[in-house]
């Protein structure tokens, strides 16, 4: 080997270690914080925190299993593409709404009148957006069901976030954590790889992270962050359980955040649930910490608009 091969060899092996250094380094200032914010929770809580530029990490029971309520669907968002990917299914697919698959709780579509001319595009944008059960439910059988998803997430090497509702062999898993699970790490960097276009396609990766950043759901991790900023983002709410995952293009850096919760003693619905306050708490902090030349507090008076009944 020349001199000057062996010197090219020597900066590269410099750069990659400290890369995969920073993209490892524990932010133990962050984290205390973080901890001291989060201590007092009443319930199980899992956070994961990670600033792309910086590799600055959080990690509280970061790999532990949390049900995802209606984060699921993000894996059924990655099933759906990759039926579109494959020439399966088309995104501008023409489909007939029939009221047979109506479904409860969060959407809309539920209220559609029967024989309704709709398409793919729309019933990704209200499974995202408004978290509409309906359209959700419709996307994971034409995915292929439960549990051709969970083999694409499986592929995609996340071995942790599957399916468990209406999917074959996960009765058992579905009693515990309900419609799907997850850990926080894992679904923290399904958003990183989205927004670094390396799932399925970087066009797929687009245009799932597009669909991502426009979420109804504003008065909780997202109320923490200025206007005008994009915000991927996706939550997950039942009873005893309130998570969050999102993604922040920071003018300082991009950074994500996944904040799960379990087993919550405070089920309320209202706008100061125990969940949703840490979560607002934690996202504002967070986004001063790694922004600290544009701080952000929400405007006076913005309380008299947002208190009450969640939904």
Partial sequence: ??????????????AFTTKLQAQTTLDQELTSSIKEISETFHGDIGIYIQHLKTGATVEISSDSLFPTASIVKIPILLGVFDKIE???????????????????????????KDSTQTDLSTLLALMLSYSDN?????????????MQINTVMDKLGYEHTRVNSRTPGRESNWEKYGWGQTTPKEMAKILVQLNNREIISPAASELMYRLLSNTFYTDY??????????????????????????????????YVCAIFTNNNEDKSWNYDNEAWV??????????????????????????????????
């Fill in 221 to 254: 991790a997202v109320s923490g962050i200025p206007a005008g900023v994009n915000v991927a983002s996706k939550q997950g709410m039942v009873n005893s359980s309130r998570s969050e995952v999102f993604l922040v293009n920071a003018p300082e850096g991009d």
């Fill in 1 to 14: 080997m020349t001199l000057k091969s062996a010197l090219v060899l020597s900066i590269f092996i410099l």
């Fill in 86 to 112: 494959k020439g399966e299914l088309h995104y501008r697919e023409p489909l007939i709404y029939r009221d047979s698959i109506k479904y409860g709780g969060s959407g809309i579509m539920q209220f559609f």
């Fill in 134 to 146: 309906t359209t959700s439910l419709w996307n994971q059988a034409l995915a292929g069901g439960g």
């Fill in 278 to 311: 840490i979560t607002r708490e934690i996202s504002n902090f967070i986004w001063n910490y790694f922004n600290p030349s544009q701080p952000y507090s929400q405007p006076e008076g913005t309380n008299k608009y947002l208190e009450g009944l969640a939904y």
